[in-house]
């Protein structure tokens, strides 16, 4: 089925996929690592001629609080994220150079139903960027694809992205990733719609 997958991506004409490598299920427990299926989806792509862009999140039991989401990590592990981007870079050197550090921070589920935290994900963010480069320098460290929302500060769901941005810009992240994924989901919006004058001035 993965393999067939990946054909049909393949002759619908698109050259990249975004895969998603959940860290709870190739590291089990700490420094174990389990590629098997990983080597399997990343050899099929290769195989099928397709670039890999590797999604890295998803947080075993060993590095979380008891009766915590698989979203939540806390600055303890963050080392033990960072540890995993090395072996992940490391294993995959020549075969994946694209991975992106998490995913949608600036919502509260994604960041373990916790208030989002712009800082921390940029310390989390440039602890992995040094990790990955330390394995492969070629590797080109993606920061996570925000969640397009107007949350305003302070919000229990989450945080405006573009004020995110910015937030983890004043935290110092410039020089901690080498591209920024994107999400523009228009959801009920079609994407010929003017764009919100709130937004536009925040972008300038």
Same mark, same amino acid.
């Given at each position: 089925?993965?393999?067939?997958?990946?054909?049909?991506?393949?002759?619908?004409?698109?050259?990249?996929?975004?895969? &998603?490598?959940?860290?709870?299920? &190739?590291?089990?427990?700490?420094?174990?690592?389990?590629?098997?299926?990983?080597?399997?989806?990343?050899?099929?792509?290769?195989?099928?001629?397709?670039?890999?862009?590797?999604?890295?999140?998803?947080?075993?039991?060993?590095?979380?609080?008891?009766?915590?989401?698989?979203? &939540?990590?806390?600055?303890?592990?963050?080392?033990?994220?960072?540890?995993?981007?090395?072996?992940?870079?490391?294993?995959?050197?020549?075969?994946?150079?694209?991975?992106?550090?998490?995913?949608?921070?600036?919502?509260?589920?994604?960041?373990?139903?916790?208030?989002?935290?712009?800082?921390?994900?940029?310390?989390?963010?440039?602890?992995?960027?040094?990790?990955?480069?330390?394995?492969?320098?070629?590797?080109?460290?993606?920061?996570?694809?925000?969640?397009?929302?107007?949350?305003?500060?302070?919000?229990?769901?989450?945080?405006?992205?573009?004020?995110?941005?910015?937030?983890?810009?004043?935290?110092?992240?410039?020089?901690?990733?080498?591209?920024?994924?994107?999400?523009? &989901?228009?959801?009920?919006?079609?994407?010929?719609?003017?764009?919100?004058?709130?937004?536009?001035?925040?972008?300038?």
């Amino acid at each position: 089925k993965i393999q067939r997958t990946l054909q049909m991506v393949r002759q619908m004409g698109s050259p990249w996929i975004v895969e &998603y490598f959940p860290w709870a299920y &190739y590291e089990p427990s700490k420094g174990r690592y389990d590629w098997a299926h990983a080597d399997l989806v990343v050899d099929h792509a290769v195989n099928q001629g397709l670039t890999v862009i590797a999604r890295i999140d998803f947080v075993p039991e060993w590095a979380r609080p008891a009766e915590t989401t698989f979203r &939540y990590l806390d600055r303890e592990h963050y080392a033990d994220y960072a540890d995993f981007v090395y072996a992940f870079a490391e294993h995959f050197r020549g075969r994946v150079q694209y991975v992106v550090i998490w995913n949608e921070p600036n919502l509260s589920f994604e960041w373990g139903y916790r208030p989002v935290d712009p800082a921390g994900y940029a310390e989390l963010l440039c602890m992995a960027y040094a990790r990955a480069k330390e394995a492969n320098p070629d590797l080109q460290v993606l920061a996570a694809g925000l969640a397009p929302t107007l949350e305003p500060e302070g919000s229990e769901w989450g945080m405006d992205d573009l004020l995110y941005l910015q937030r983890m810009y004043d935290a110092g992240v410039r020089g901690c990733f080498d591209g920024l994924a994107i999400h523009a &989901y228009g959801l009920t919006s079609p994407p010929d719609d003017p764009a919100d004058p709130q937004q536009l001035n925040l972008a300038r």
